[in-house]
């Protein structure tokens, strides 16, 4: 928990004094990238460390050693990830739903497989082949506990992010050990 407030404090530190800063300076836009990398980055560790508690039953400072050397794949399939469920997402809802479970596990694969992009997502797709619905109430599941989580003044996710990154680890090793992968 207190590895999430790390990032979280220099990303809230950034919010509040961008408000000051005006919108388009060179302060401004140079402070919005290194926010957009720090989120990218606290994300990539959020997942490694999880993987490596699962693995390993504790933290360690070991969970973060292949992670930077993965953000480049990292970043280029999270992010066909979030342009394919946004663009599910403007048809009609139902398609982004289905996008977004059968990739899920695709920036798992980068990070604990160092897969590249294509190559996560086509094993992500095959992991979800036989569990898409369940997964699927799995994942509403993860979303009302953070929603649940937010509702405390949002510092109830500070419990319930780490908590559901830990479920869907769980999940995701599960898929990958009855695949044989």
């Known amino acids: 928990m207190s590895f999430f407030a790390i990032f979280l404090f220099p990303m809230l530190l950034l919010e509040v004094y961008s408000k000051n800063w005006n919108e388009g300076s060179l302060l401004y836009n140079v402070a ?47 992010t066909l990830y979030g342009m394919m469920l ?15 479970v059968i990739f899920q596990f695709a920036p798992f694969l980068v990070l604990d497989k160092g897969m590249g992009p294509i190559q996560a997502l086509k094993e992500s797709l095959s992991l979800t082949k036989q569990v898409r619905w369940e997964l699927f109430f799995f994942d509403v599941l993860v979303v009302l506990a953070n929603l649940g989580g937010s509702l405390l003044f949002g510092v109830g996710v500070l419990i319930t992010v780490p908590v559901t990154f830990l479920a869907i680890t769980y999940v995701y090793r599960g898929l990958l050990n009855s695949s044989g992968a």
């Open 86 to 100: 946004g663009f599910g997402l403007m048809l009609f809802v139902v398609p982004g739903l289905y996008l977004g």
């Open 32 to 78: 919005m990238l290194f926010g957009s990398l720090l989120r990218i980055v606290s994300a990539m560790a959020l997942l490694s460390l999880c993987l490596h508690i699962f693995d390993n039953g504790r933290a360690s400072i070991d969970a973060f050693k292949h992670m930077l050397r993965r953000f480049v794949p990292y970043f280029i399939v999270t």
